[in-house]
């Protein structure tokens, strides 16, 4: 009897804690603008000694409008905290579009990895991978193909 209450318990933890990391990746059609994609060079060419950890966007009616990227130390990156993350992305968003409120910011990449679920992006760390050395015209090229450009 023991055995099953725990086993319960381990899978509804497993389960929780698979549910709260995706609250945090964003949904659904998403355009990027030529600012967005500057930005998301800049995030894939870090300084050297860091790597990129995650970049993410606001989005309006399907549109980037703003977007926050985070490095991490080369070879130690940890789990950045997306609550916290999110947040930060927000309040910047909001401080710039100073009449906007309740902006929210959603994970568009994860690493080198774009994890944005629109339904045509596969979101796998081989498929969905971005180059550093990419020139930008393979980038949007890139992101044509997963409907992030028009």
């Not at 930005?39 to 399907?62: L, R």
């Amino acid at each position: 009897m023991k055995l099953k209450i725990l086993l319960i318990l381990v899978i509804s933890l497993i389960c929780n804690n698979a549910i709260a990391k995706d609250q945090y990746v964003g949904k659904g059609n998403l355009i990027l603008d030529d600012l967005e994609v500057e930005w998301f060079m800049k995030y894939m060419s870090p300084p050297a000694g860091q790597s990129p950890s995650i970049f993410m966007v606001a989005q309006e009616d399907g549109k980037s409008i703003w977007s926050f990227y985070y490095y991490c130390p080369e070879g130690s990156c940890k789990e950045t905290n997306k609550n916290e993350a999110t947040k930060r992305c927000a309040m910047s968003a909001e401080k710039y579009y100073k009449n906007k409120k309740d902006i929210e910011c959603f994970i568009f990449a994860k690493g080198r990895v774009v994890v944005w679920d629109n339904d045509v992006n596969p979101a796998h760390w081989k498929k969905s991978a971005m180059k550093s050395k990419w020139s930008r015209s393979e980038l949007e090229s890139k992101f044509r193909e997963f409907g992030f450009l028009n």
